[in-house]
C-alpha cells in the first residue's frame, strides 16, 4: 500500500526544513530547494504549496518570531510522520534527521532541529568505559534501562566536552538555537544514535531500538515533542528515553511510553 499523503507530506516538509537550515547566508530559499524531489506522486498536486510555505523559515526578511512560528509549523508537520505505519529507527535519518552512527563514530545534532551535524568519534578506552556500564544491566530489562541511563550520561559528557554543548540547558530556549544548545529533535536523534551505537556494538541485549516518537499537536494544548525510543524484548512494552527535560549529561527521563504520551509536559530539570 502507498503511504499516505499526510505522512508524505511529513517526510517533504522535514527534509525541506533540513535544507533550508543549511542554506548559506543569504541564499534565497528556492534556490536551497531548487534540487529539492518531494517524496509524493505528482498527482498529489501539492508540490509547488509545500515549497511555497516551507520556503519562508529560511526568508531573510523575516524577523526571529516569525522565523520561529514557521519552524514550529514544520515541525507540527513532521509529527504526522510519527504516527502513519511500522518504521525502523534508520528511517528517522532518512528524513533529514542528521545521521547513522558508524563504527566508533556517533553523528550528534545540535543547535537545534539538527541544523548542525558533528561526528565524534569514540577512543577504545571510552567505547570500554561505556561497555563496562552497560555490563552492570545485564539482569534484565529494568537493570539494563538504568545502564543505559548512566551511559547516555557519559555519552553526553564526552560529546560536551569535543563539541562544545556542555553548557546545554534543560528543556528548549526559544530563540536561542546557538551552535551549544539542543532542542528535542537533536536530543531525540542523539539519544536514538547512541542507542543504535549501543546494538551495533553488543551492548544491548535486552531491548531494541526504534524510530523516534512524538506527542502533542497544539490542539491538544501541548506543544509538539519528541523522544527516543526502545522496546523491552521480554514484556514488548515501548519505554521513552528522553533527554530534553534535563541538561547535559544529567540522568534522562526514562518511562513507559504510554505514559510519557499523556503527559502534559516534562519533568523539570530538578
Not at 542507542?195 to 494544548?221: I, K, N, S, W
Not at 534522562?252 to 523539570?268: F, N, Y
Amino acid at each position: 500500500m502507498p503511504a499516505s499523503p499526510g505522512k508524505l507530506a511529513a517526510k517533504a516538509l522535514s527534509v525541506a526544513a533540513h535544507q533550508l537550515h543549511n542554506a548559506g547566508p543569504g541564499e534565497h530559499p528556492y534556490k536551497a530547494l531548487s534540487h529539492w524531489r518531494t517524496p509524493w506522486p505528482a498527482d498529489y498536486g501539492c508540490k509547488s504549496y509545500f515549497r511555497q510555505m516551507v520556503s519562508l523559515a529560511a526568508c531573510g526578511h523575516l524577523d526571529r518570531p516569525q522565523r520561529m512560528r514557521i519552524c514550529i509549523l514544520v515541525l507540527v508537520g513532521a509529527m504526522f510522520s510519527f504516527a502513519a505505519g511500522e518504521v525502523s529507527a534508520i528511517d528517522w535519518y532518512g528524513r533529514g534527521h542528521g545521521r547513522p552512527p558508524a563504527g566508533d563514530k556517533v553523528y550528534v545534532c545540535h543547535g537545534y532541529m539538527c541544523r548542525m551535524v558533528t561526528a565524534v568519534r569514540f577512543s577504545a578506552v571510552e567505547i570500554a568505559t561505556i561497555a563496562g556500564v552497560l555490563r552492570t544491566g545485564a539482569d534484565g530489562g529494568a537493570a539494563e534501562r538504568e545502564a543505559i541511563s548512566n551511559g547516555v550520561q557519559i555519552f553526553e559528557k564526552i560529546v560536551g566536552a569535543r563539541i562544545g554543548t556542555a553548557s546545554d540547558r534543560a528543556k528548549m530556549q526559544f530563540g536561542q538555537g546557538t551552535s551549544d544548545q539542543m532542542d528535542c529533535i537533536d536530543e531525540a536523534t542523539n539519544t536514538t544514535s547512541f542507542l543504535m551505537f549501543l546494538a551495533e556494538h553488543g551492548y544491548l541485549d535486552h531491548h531494541r531500538v526504534e524510530e523516534p516518537t512524538a506527542r502533542g499537536f497544539f490542539v491538544d494544548l501541548r506543544y509538539p515533542h519528541a523522544t527516543a525510543v526502545l522496546t523491552d524484548l521480554a514484556s514488548g512494552e515501548k519505554w521513552a528515553i528522553d533527554s530534553w527535560p534535563r541538561a547535559n549529561a544529567e540522568p534522562p527521563v526514562i518511562q513507559p511510553l504510554s505514559e510519557w504520551k499523556r503527559a502534559r509536559r516534562s519533568p523539570s530539570s530538578e
